[in-house]
């Protein structure tokens, strides 16, 4: 069989279980099994697979088509232009939490040396995001998980720029927790898919750790908990930047309201959800 035959029988197997994303699937498993890229395949692709690399491709799709996360199989994810190590027990980075790095960062234009918490931070995908492009900021990347917790420390040491203030990494629940004071920003992409609705979650996303998608009775438990508990730790002017579900932007809207935030705002993502919401501490 040729590394082609490979590829065409692979997106084939594929479809049978995801058929939107199945040549896509197959040629990053490609190249993960056999260092091969589509691109690849127009010069070697009439080279003849080896019966490893035939075996390592049988198992692969074996195990996506069960429902393992691709994320999972690959061992790291591009977020924000930078790869994240993922894996069991840590909530994959996906490109509609770019939108919250982009309103983040436009809102942060012209403050010098902002202090920065990332609450929930998982694989630390916000927090390194932001570290790369502010350079005088201080990040602080909260998370409370054993599982995601190497995760973080893993990514935070692979991607942290030497010269400028390193992330620090706070284990800690922050429903409960004090976070440092004097912060510019206080930016989360919490858990926040209601209890009710996670076991009709796609397969592969059932593969994620609940921690990091169960917000409680209704999805919205951390961000009442975050709104209650840390808005005093942020300075006169400060944002508070969330990330919400599809149907959620205006019941966190009104959360903020009524905590006296101001400038209470929503943000679509590329594909037009309301994705992110922000609020503005007001001087008093």
């Not at 993922?86 to 509609?96: A, H, K």
């Not at 893993?154 to 720029?161: F, V």
Request: proline share 6%.
């Amino acid at each position: 069989m040729t590394l082609q035959e490979l590829y065409r029988r692979s997106w084939r197997q594929l479809e049978t279980c995801w058929p939107d994303s199945c040549r896509f699937e197959a040629s990053q498993l490609l190249k993960l099994a056999a260092g091969v890229s589509a691109a690849d395949l127009l010069l070697t692709g009439e080279r003849e697979a080896t019966p490893e690399q035939e075996r390592q491709m049988e198992e692969l799709i074996d195990r996506r088509c069960q429902g393992e996360p691709l994320q999972y199989l690959l061992g790291e994810w591009e977020f924000y232009g930078l790869p994240f190590v993922v894996g069991p027990g840590v909530l994959v980075p996906r490109g509609d939490t770019e939108t919250v790095v982009d309103t983040a960062l436009k809102l942060l234009k012209g403050w010098k040396n902002p202090a920065i918490a990332d609450l929930c931070s998982g694989s630390g995908a916000i927090a390194l995001a932001l570290h790369r492009n502010l350079p005088d900021a201080k990040l602080y990347a909260v998370e409370l998980s054993d599982q995601a917790l190497p995760y973080l420390r893993r990514n935070t040491e692979s991607l942290s720029l030497a010269d400028r203030p390193p992330v620090e990494i706070l284990v800690g629940d922050v429903r409960e927790m004090e976070l440092p004071q004097s912060l510019a920003m206080i930016v989360s992409n919490p858990p926040y898919i209601a209890r009710e609705e996670l076991a009709d979650l796609p397969v592969d996303v059932r593969r994620e750790p609940v921690m990091a998608l169960d917000g409680g009775e209704d999805g919205l438990d951390f961000y009442r908990a975050i709104v209650h508990r840390h808005l005093s730790a942020l300075l006169p002017g400060g944002y508070l930047v969330f990330e919400v579900g599809y149907n959620q932007a205006q019941a966190v809207s009104d959360l903020l309201r009524q905590a006296g935030m101001e400038e209470v705002s929503v943000v679509c993502d590329l594909a037009g959800v309301q994705r992110c919401v922000y609020g503005r501490r007001g001087a008093r």
